[in-house]
């Protein structure tokens, strides 16, 4: 069952849509209880790459690490989002906790709010 706050791999497109990559993305919400689209923020382990303020490190001494099935540390790049169908939503890897999944709704609202 898929829910908010897995990791799961898929097919991200490039920003200038000539591909996608098979990568990990964090599955941040339902977009429509009619349809099986998600909103979702790509994961990358270009860590050196995180937009400080808005996108989020998860690293090994992270409690919640283990449980996100990621190898190295890597960042929630909520600078990279996009919204896709459930189909294409492939393998749960992981989750990240609760608490991490609320602290980073926030800040993702207050950067679309353009408070940050």
Excluded at 13 to 38: E, N, T
Excluded at 58 to 70: E, H, K, M, T
Excluded at 82 to 107: F, H, K, P
């Amino acid at each position: 069952m898929k829910q908010a706050g897995q990791i799961v791999l898929t097919p991200f497109p490039y920003a200038d849509l000539s591909g996608a990559k098979l990568r990990p993305v964090l599955m941040l919400r339902q977009g429509s209880r009619r349809f099986d689209d998600w909103l979702v923020c790509m994961v990358s382990s270009q860590v050196h790459q995180a937009e400080a303020g808005l996108d989020e490190v998860i690293a090994p001494g992270d409690s919640d690490f283990p449980l996100s099935g990621l190898k190295v540390p890597s960042v929630l790049r909520l600078s990279r989002l996009a919204v896709l169908d459930g189909a294409v939503l492939a393998g749960s890897i992981g989750t990240i906790s609760d608490d991490r999944l609320g602290r980073v709704r926030q800040r993702l609202a207050r950067w679309i709010a353009g408070e940050s």
